[in-house]
């Protein structure tokens, strides 16, 4: 059925809120969208994409645009921290059998690609903006907004992010993120022609890894344990990223880190999860995306995963002859497990990493997850 008589509104521009205002507009709902940065910026060095997430790209129109801005590449090469390969991870082609099993691209570039999709597909973007009440109502959910407009909704779906505004207003016991004892660190390199792949280097408890992002680019991630989530001075990210790479003999890596400097984009994040417990909806408000189920980066399948709600999120609507209630459940039972498997088992490999503990473990939940991933959604 076509929504075509559904006015919703999607509040947060991330990758989440951009996919469900393209899917939805497919669909021919009204869709606006707020945005609070007013610049719609992206922050982050490079993001890596699985199998499953290209798959989600291509269903949103946007692989082609990826492939050409981005890299697409098979498989994920494990190293010792001296060097020799110990496995090659395999990525199995979720997205079809001709794109690879996996990528990355810079985070500003994806995010341009989708804000274009997003205004072509015809949402209306409202950029600094956000909602200042939402009054739920018999029949519709009345918004009023922080430029001062009012406007009566059919759904409200609140993809705010970790810090979600909207999950804080409308549920009032919703937890809150939790700091994980790990960090990383990334920065965007030149690319040596030996990185055609995602690349790691298994240290005791740090974790370097890098992804091509473009054919001269590659972003570099860092791992590492951080007992207490304190502030770090920009000043010190260079000499800090340096230092986490000194043990690391590998010439590879070793070369890689000769080239960062202040020219490097690094960027520090302390790593923080929330998965929400059941109901993600409140009468005709739905979280999705980091807003309800935020992960840390182990299975890099935190973009994926709110993606995907989107898409399941808009065939659930457009399936229910609109009965709202009874697709937001649809919507919800679809999503729960696969959301909980990647929070959970992300949440894992990260203690394990942190614990310097059992590599078999760890190998058996990648693999585990990896497998679970490519299964239909
Ligand atoms: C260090 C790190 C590395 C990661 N690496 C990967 C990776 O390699 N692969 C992967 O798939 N995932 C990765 N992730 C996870 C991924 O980045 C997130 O899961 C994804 O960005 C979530 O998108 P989102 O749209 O749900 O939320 P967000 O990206 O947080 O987007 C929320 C949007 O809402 C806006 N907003 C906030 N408050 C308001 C408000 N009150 N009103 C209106 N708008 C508002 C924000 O400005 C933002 O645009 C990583 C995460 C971290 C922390």
């Not at 990334?186 to 974790?207: D, F, N, Y």
Request: net charge negative; proline share 7%.
């Amino acid at each position: 059925m076509s929504l075509s008589s559904q006015r919703i509104l999607v509040i947060g521009g991330g990758f989440s809120g951009m996919a469900a205002a393209i899917e939805l507009r497919k669909q021919g709902a009204k869709v606006d969208l707020v945005e609070i940065d007013p610049g719609w910026r992206s922050y982050g060095a490079g993001i890596s994409l699985g199998g499953a997430t290209l798959r989600a790209l291509r269903r949103l129109g946007v692989l082609e645009a990826f492939l050409a801005q981005g890299n697409a590449s098979d498989g994920v090469n494990l190293h010792l921290p001296h060097g020799p390969l110990v496995a090659t991870l395999p990525t199995p082609r979720i997205a079809g059998d001709d794109v690879p099993g996996g990528g990355a691209i810079l985070r500003p570039v994806l995010a341009r690609i989708l804000a274009e999709a997003t205004r072509a597909a015809g949402a209306n973007v409202r950029l600094g903006c956000t909602f200042a009440a939402i009054d739920q109502q018999a029949d519709g959910v009345l918004v009023t907004f922080t430029d001062g407009q009012r406007q009566r909704y059919d759904l409200v779906i609140g993809a705010d992010g970790l810090y979600s505004k909207v999950r804080e207003a409308v549920f009032e016991n919703a937890p809150r993120p939790r700091y994980s004892g790990q960090a990383v660190w990334r920065a965007v390199l030149p690319r040596p022609p030996e990185i055609e792949t995602a690349t790691m280097w298994m240290g005791p408890q740090i974790k370097p890894g890098v992804n091509p992002v473009s054919k001269t680019e590659m972003y570099l991630f860092v791992t590492e344990p951080r007992p207490t989530n304190d502030h770090v001075d920009p000043a010190t990210f260079v000499d800090t990223l340096r230092a986490l790479l000194e043990g690391f003999t590998a010439p590879t890596l070793q070369a890689i880190r000769s080239q960062i400097g202040p020219d490097s984009q690094i960027v520090y994040r302390p790593l923080e999860g929330l998965l929400m417990p059941r109901p993600w909806s409140r009468g005709r408000v739905v979280l999705i995306g980091d807003t309800v189920h935020a992960t840390t980066p182990h299975l890099a399948s935190g973009a994926c995963i709110g993606i995907e709600d989107a898409l399941v999120l808009a065939d659930e609507l457009a399936q229910s002859a609109g009965d709202m209630p009874a697709a937001l459940a649809a919507f919800e039972s679809r999503r729960w497990e696969r959301c909980r498997m990647v929070v959970e088992n992300s949440a894992r490999l990260g203690e394990i990493e942190i614990d310097g503990g059992d590599k078999e473990e760890h190998s058996r939940i990648m693999r585990e997850s990896l497998m679970a991933l490519a299964e239909p959604i």
